[in-house]
């Protein structure tokens, strides 16, 4: 069965630092892998994918992933954290076959503290 | 490109009344998805279309929940009657086939008293 981690509620990062977000996923196969951000009333805003290739995914606002197989982990990460970044951030996976569904975490909020 | 559009917003009833809610897809996405998603958590899928085919309604409750999605297009997810477990946000997501990303509506948030 699919399912996802998110082991963090919340992450806390001074502005300017670097941030990781966690996540660890269990897919039979080969897995999809999905990083979102929802904002306050807003609904999930795409981020960035692994389906292939190159285990380092680079996304929108400076995010990126890295899929580590062995550690079965993708989690997100910027090198410089903007305040406007503090929102909540959803990691999903989808396994590659059947009708592809999708399991999201359960979320971790990321606050960016100026 | 216009994105996913959902109405209403808001809405507020009573437990055991009706409600409804309406999707318009990104134009030219044939795979729909309903989501709920309660507070503090992820979101749950809820139902998902291939067009106007049921691909996935295994967590969806039938005996008080039910979608459609006449002509392979928009999409109601009614609930007949609500219970106040049903107090959620309701996210309509679509992609363009059923591997591909998709991507969401502002989703509706029902309050149920």
């Known amino acids: 069965a699919q399912s996802v981690a998110q082991p963090e509620d919340q992450v806390n990062v001074a502005e300017g630092n670097p941030l990781t977000v966690k996540c660890t996923y269990s897919?039979?196969?080969?897995?999809?892998l999905f990083w979102y951000v929802q904002y306050p009333n807003r609904g999930l805003q795409f981020l960035l994918k692994?389906?292939?290739?190159?285990?380092l995914v680079k996304g929108s606002y400076g995010f990126e992933a890295e899929f580590n197989k062995s550690q079965t982990s993708f989690h997100l990460k910027k090198p410089s954290a903007l305040v406007s970044d503090s929102a909540l951030y959803f990691c999903?996976?989808?396994?590659?076959?059947?009708?592809?569904?999708?399991?999201f975490g359960a979320g971790t909020r990321l606050f960016v503290k100026a | 490109e216009a994105g996913v559009a959902q109405s209403p917003r808001y809405k507020i009833i009573e437990k055991r009344q009706s409600v409804a809610f309406w999707c318009n897809p990104i134009s030219g996405h044939a795979t729909l998805y309903w989501y709920q998603q309660i507070l503090g958590q992820g979101p749950k899928l809820l139902i998902q279309f291939q067009n106007n085919g049921v691909v996935d309604d295994s967590q969806l409750p039938k005996d008080r929940f039910s979608a459609e999605r006449l002509k392979g297009v928009d999409s109601t997810l009614k609930i007949q009657p609500a219970k106040l477990e049903d107090s959620a946000v309701y996210l309509c997501?679509?992609?363009?086939?059923?591997?591909?990303?998709?991507?969401f509506g502002p989703g509706t948030r029902l309050t149920v008293l």
């Open positions: 692994y389906i292939t290739g190159d285990n």
């Open positions: 997501a679509s992609s363009l086939e059923a591997a591909d990303t998709q991507y």
């Open positions: 897919v039979s196969g080969n897995p999809y």
């Open positions: 999903a996976v989808r396994a590659n076959t059947g009708g592809f569904k999708t399991i």
